[in-house]
């Protein structure tokens, strides 16, 4: 395609807007290349509800049975946190000493990667194996627990009203089979199996009676019920094995088991004393209901990059096809299904880039023109469909970060293609020829649009350098902003250039009449012009008034409430049950029932699931699950739509607090990103238990005084009672009792004692001897047992060898954080309440802090406190260098530093719009409004340089004060409608919880950034530069 208005001379001129004119093969190769590739990236690329993050952290798991906490402190605790302490990997070494097991969390840095974990965790298992050689007699070894942070996105309840355990377990592990081989799926895992057991019920009566002593049954049952080689026949040529029969093949064999003594007149058997029978441990560990009928959880986790929508309707077609196998009675229920979740979100995420696309579309189409809206908007999709080749190159999945930053790039992405565009109709309206107006503009703004392209992408860099989780959390929104905007770039300056030379005809040039040669004739100028005008003769007012408003937006942005990441959109939200340390795990269970039953009933709700004892499997990336605790329960209630969770909440806050007055009850939301145990946490820290405790009581009243406070709490927990023998040394020596043997005893006569294991199949389960359910729960009868005493071969009452029973308390949990004992006090904005808990924490710190504290004791904060200021000090620690940069850059431009203060003394003028913003709308601004004014910095530099480089070309061919005015002018329609749609792309995200914050923030402070650029900028570039306006 030529033009016929270019001269000779010019042909031999070029830059990349003529060779793309030139060479129009060329340029319909690669506008194919990124429509196709980008349609196909678009739907290769794996999609995901949050982006993938590595949760940098294990647990050490001992087990010390019969050590209360103190001496599991002390004896396994200590010496592990020391080992461990010692590696150079570790962040926070945080522990929980309870009675009969320690618990260690390890946190790593941020700073290392996830693909160095694997190593991490291999060096702390040596460390572990050389250290649990020094643990005391007694103790299991260790378990070290690396997969902390899987995430199960698909969580399925398996119920049968009139099944047993065994049974839901064996349909269970049929469909973990069948899952575990599919495309796409990494693990299966199985949550709420019962430990099945044989229970061998024996009256004390009996055992003492017969004089039967209980180690004689321990022996049977460990000599008969036995597998061991018991060797070969050599026949000829044949090595035959001998396989003797014996061991048990069914529970009824054990009832045959001869117990009386040898040469004892009358043969007993064990079924002649005992009642044998099967059934599951009778005190859980861990429990589950859905709708408060038992139930068993699978959660499927799924590989990394892999479409999970995709694996999502796999798994559906798999379900329906193993239907057919699905004993009648049983059922299967979805508890979280991540792939419609994902889907669901991706959708809606898609539809708002959509709807933001349109809307930036239809403002061009309104204010360029249609053929300049149609090339622009063209350019804008083509960017888009580069990007998402990048993505698919580089391994960036869609999800709500990558997505939220195409939306985001929105306005920024039509910039770059706005100037060229703009710049090519007023050369046509000039008389230049398409090609020699494409070609002048190129030339004379590439290099300044690059310059600007990348002060704007430095400034989301300390989002993506943040080395901490929320910078991980986050930081594909840097890498996605970096490949669309440098797109932008590439774009603006060649495919814009071509589609202009297409579409704009040659008989658009001017005519030469002045009128109509005039670019900038119309209302909008002219209403513009008259303003600027007076603002460049009023310099003074001009910049008193931009002082004054910072100064009344610095004061007014301390009345905006403060946060860290908002609640999450999924209708989800849980209540906490803690009854007092020590409750049985089943009086727990009927809390959790009473809660469930108060939801099922409740239209709004679709289901609820409850798990007793710990916390659900980590279904989601931010939800945090519980650590062992038989008195804790979590209800999580699933509702129709996000918006009845507030209401429901209240009336449910008023109904706990009448029918589960023993409990403490915490309602909590589903929150988007990382998270804390409470939004408030004051940490005390010391050498002595009941110091802490003192402290945690005086912080805890200070809390509760305050009405806008609520869940307040602290993680030691309630001392429990503990019964001790007092045990009659001398006495026992006599009759030839070790302190062991009370200890078995005791064990045996309440909670039952394992003698055995009997072989079912693939099971292994446990033998219990233990005295009938009435003589178990009878306390009364303590000083009436009898024990065996090997001595004078017969039974003696324990009195002989106990002086008493004693009742005491202790601590039943003792915490742990970087190897001091530390107590930790919670608290949480109340419900109702209009503060955030930044402002809570403002008012109630100088209370805490003003507690003295004895010497050697100390206190720290904790909660969002904590997280969102590591969180702000891993941005700020690469914040300096990023603005240094994007400075340097500025005068690099300009090669002068006036210009480069003129555009960034601009910057905090941006806060005047941000604080209206937030006031006006009542937002909270937390870190992702924090990155959207890190990124308004940039947005504001690239306006700035714009319009600076316009008046530097300008000044060689007009007086200094006529290149101010026509350079603004100039940059009038480029700068408003990059502004202008940034702002209207800004509105789908307004609603979404996770942007909204940061779509304010951007929304308002651009809207008064473009007043800066095209009314402040001029201002100040006269006063810097001595330009006065002249008297005319």
Known sequence: MTDNNVKPNEKARGNSAT??????????????????????????LGRLEDPPFTIKEAMVITNYSGANALQVEEEVTAPLEDSIQSLPYIKHVKSVSKAGISQIHIVVKPTYQAEE?????????????????????GVDPPIVVDDFGDVYGVLLAITGENFSYEELNDYANYLKREFAVMKGVSKVNITGEQEERVFIDIAREKMTNLGIPLSRVYDLLDTQNIIQDAGHIRLGSEYIRINPTGEFTSVQELGNLLVSGAGSEKLIYLKDIASISEGVAEVPTHLLKYKSEKTLHIGVSFNKGVNVVKVGELMREELKRLDNNRPLGIDIHTLYDQPAEVDASSTGFVLNLLASVIIVIAVLLLF??????????????????GTFIMMDILSIELHRISLGALIIALGMLVDNALVVTEGIMVGLKRGLSRTRAAYEIVKQTQWPLLGATVIAITAFAPIGLSPDSTGEFVGSLFYVLLISLLLSWITAITLTPFLCHLLFNKEEKSDGNDSDSDPYKGALYTVYGAILKFLLVNRALTMLSMVGLLMVSIYGFGFVKQSFFPPSNTPIFFVDIWMPEGTDIHAVEDQAKKLENYFTQRDEVEYTSATIGRGEQRFMLTYAPEKDYPAYAQVMIRTEERDQIPGLIKEAMAWTSTELPNAFVKFKRLQVGPGTDAKIEARFSGPDQAVLRGLAEQAEAIFLADPDTDSVRNNWRQRVKVVRPVFNEDNARRAGISKQDLDDFMHLSFSGKKIGVYRDGTNLKDIIMRPP????????????????????SRYIPIEQVVQSFEVRYEDPIIDRRDRKRTITIYADPSFETEFTADSLLKRLRPKLEAIPLPSGYSL?????????????????????LGYLIMFILTILLFNELRSALVIWACVPLALIGVSAGMLLLNAEFGFMALLGLLSLSGMIVKNGIVLVDQIKILSDEHHSFDAIYHASMSRLRPVTMAALTTILGMLPLLTDAFFSAMAVVIAFGLGFATVLTLGVVPVMYSITHKITPPRS
Request: charged fraction near 20%.
């Open 19 to 44: 060779y793309f004119i030139r060479n129009s093969t060329t340029s319909w190769l690669v506008l194919i290349i990124l429509l196709v590739g980008g349609i196909s990236s678009y739907l290769g």
């Open 117 to 137: 974990l694997p190593q991490i965790w291999d060096e702390l298992r040596r460390k572990i194996n050389d250290e649990k050689h020094n643990l005391p007699p």
């Open 368 to 385: 360029m023109g249609v053929r300049a809206g149609l090339i622009i908007g063209a350019i804008l999709l083509l960017t888009i469909f």
């Open 773 to 792: 359910a009435e003589e178990r729960l009878d306390i009364d009868s303590l000083m009436e047992l009898q024990i065996w005493s090997p001595v004078f």
């Open 860 to 880: 720290s904060w904790g909660g969002e406190f904590e997280t969102a200021g590591e969180a702000q000090e891993s941005l700020f620690s690469s914040l300096p």
